[in-house]
């Protein structure tokens, strides 16, 4: 373990982010990129950056925003994305994703950051932090743009697990409850059950049971509950959660993503088409730049890991420096809003004599 900096001189007031340095498409210098960009945005974060020092002593040395707010937690090894998880949880106690969960577990730091491989992540994060009281199948919970006013939608399960009864499904409508009421300052988010049609005798018989358990605790764990959503509401002003398997989330989200990049390609083929298209562009040039920030998906990067005893964010594989940035100002977030205590507390309402409190 070698220190950067001095860490008296550091605010002791700064939130304390563990990220894994090395996982991701970009490798270290985008991570560290990533915390620089965020360091300069936000004086209250520090970091510990988990593994190879020969690799990241010289990376931050040269960010001058780091000094003094960051710490080398040498590992000598890296989960790669293609490692099968069950592999990963038994040989991976020298990674750095192992290192940067550990600092989560220890209290060093408040939330661990990683661009790695989802499936390895989710198992070590298992593993390591273990599971709330209550909580059959933890989620990954992601912000999707949207026409609603806050300009987002929670949506859960994204792909922790395929699988999902009805009674994970009530609990993933709980942990988007919590989510949406601190992460979005919604005081009471509308639920919605994405089915293949709003009906209510539409869908699979889970889906149909997790309707009647939402519906008979809607009111007491302080949520509206819409019913059944279809695809089309994802990302419309219906509702502000959107609970489903993680399966069909993932491949949603995925869908979302693909769309958007389609669209940005034809928008720029369609203003390259000839002379008086690039003018038009030009002159729209503002308007398109506004379109490009709300639909990026790199300003929305991270999905939180719900249903743990401690506040994990996946950032996207690919991820640049903008990306990393942030997922880490996601993590921060989080933390200063002691959100997983909150969590706990919403997921420990519906075990016997809970009470809500999230």
Same mark, same amino acid.
């Given at each position: 373990?070698?220190?950067?900096?001095?860490?008296?001189?550091?605010k002791?007031t700064?939130?304390?982010?563990?990220?894994?340095?090395?996982?991701?498409?970009?490798g270290p210098?985008?991570?560290? /990129?990533?915390?620089?960009l965020? %360091?300069?945005? #936000?004086?209250?974060?520090s970091?510990?950056?988990?593994?190879?020092?020969?690799?990241?002593?010289?990376?931050?040395?040269?960010?001058?925003?780091?000094t003094?707010?960051?710490?080398?937690?040498h590992?000598?090894? $890296?989960?790669?994305? &293609?490692?099968?998880?069950?592999q990963?949880?038994?040989?991976?106690?020298d990674t750095?994703?192992?290192?940067?969960?550990?600092?989560v577990?220890?209290?060093?730091?408040?939330?661990?950051?990683?661009c790695?491989?989802?499936?390895?992540?989710?198992?070590?994060?298992?593993?390591?932090?273990?599971k709330l009281?209550?909580? #059959?199948?933890?989620?990954?919970?992601?912000?999707y743009?949207?026409?609603?006013?806050?300009?987002?939608? $929670?949506?859960?399960?994204?792909?922790?697990?395929?699988?999902a009864?009805a009674?994970?499904?009530?609990?993933?409508?709980?942990?988007?409850t919590s989510?949406?009421?601190?992460?979005?300052?919604?005081?009471?988010?509308?639920?919605?059950?994405?089915?293949?049609g709003?009906?209510?005798?539409?869908?699979?018989?889970?889906?149909?049971?997790a309707?009647?358990?939402i519906?008979?605790?809607h009111?007491?764990?302080g949520?509206?509950?819409?019913?059944?959503?279809?695809?089309?509401?994802?990302?419309?002003?219906?509702?502000? $959660?959107?609970?489903?398997?993680?399966?069909?989330?993932?491949?949603?989200?995925?869908?979302?993503e693909?769309? /958007?990049?389609?669209i940005?390609?034809?928008?720029?083929?369609?203003?390259?088409?000839?002379?008086?298209?690039?003018? %038009?562009?030009?002159l729209?040039?503002?308007?398109l730049?506004?379109?490009?920030?709300?639909?990026?998906?790199?300003?929305?990067?991270?999905g939180?890991?719900?249903?743990?005893?401690?506040?994990?964010?996946?950032?996207?594989?690919?991820? &640049?420096?903008t990306?990393?940035?942030? %997922?880490?100002?996601?993590? %921060?977030?989080?933390?200063?809003?002691?959100f #997983?205590?909150?969590l706990?507390?919403?997921?420990?309402?519906?075990?016997?004599?809970?009470?809500?409190?999230?």
């Open positions: 373990m070698t220190a950067q900096t001095d860490h008296s001189e550091a002791a700064r939130t304390r982010i563990s990220v894994d340095a090395m996982g991701g498409d970009e210098a985008a991570v560290v /990129a990533g915390c620089s965020s %360091a300069t945005l #936000n004086d209250d974060i970091f510990i950056l988990h593994g190879d020092e020969a690799q990241l002593a010289p990376l931050v040395a040269r960010r001058k925003e780091l003094g707010r960051c710490e080398v937690r590992a000598t090894d $890296v989960v790669e994305m &293609d490692d099968k998880p069950s990963v949880v038994r040989t991976g106690k750095s994703m192992w290192s940067a969960i550990e600092s577990r220890s209290g060093e730091a408040s939330v661990a950051v990683s790695g491989n989802t499936g390895a992540l989710m198992a070590m994060s298992m593993i390591r932090l273990r009281p209550g909580v #059959n199948r933890p989620a990954i919970a992601v912000l743009p949207s026409a609603n006013p806050q300009g987002f939608n $929670v949506m859960l399960d994204v792909g922790a697990d395929i699988r009864d009674d994970d499904l009530l609990r993933f409508a709980l942990m988007g989510y949406a009421r601190n992460g979005l300052d919604l005081p009471r988010p509308r639920v919605g059950l994405l089915n293949v709003t009906e209510e005798h539409k869908g699979r018989s889970e889906l149909r049971e309707y009647d358990l519906r008979d605790c009111e007491d764990a949520f509206e509950f819409v019913g059944f959503v279809e695809g089309g509401d994802i990302s419309g002003d219906s509702v502000d $959660v959107i609970v489903t398997d993680g399966f069909t989330g993932n491949v949603a989200i995925k869908t979302g693909g769309t /958007a990049s389609l940005g390609d034809r928008l720029r083929e369609a203003f390259e088409y000839s002379p008086l298209s690039r003018l %038009a562009s030009l729209a040039y503002t308007s730049m506004r379109l490009r920030r709300k639909i990026d998906p790199r300003r929305v990067n991270g939180v890991f719900l249903g743990l005893n401690g506040t994990v964010v996946k950032s996207h594989g690919s991820a &640049d420096a990306g990393v940035s942030a %997922a880490i100002k996601l993590a %921060a977030q989080l933390a200063e809003s002691k #997983n205590d909150k706990a507390a919403r997921v420990a309402a519906t075990l016997p004599d809970g009470e809500a409190t999230g």
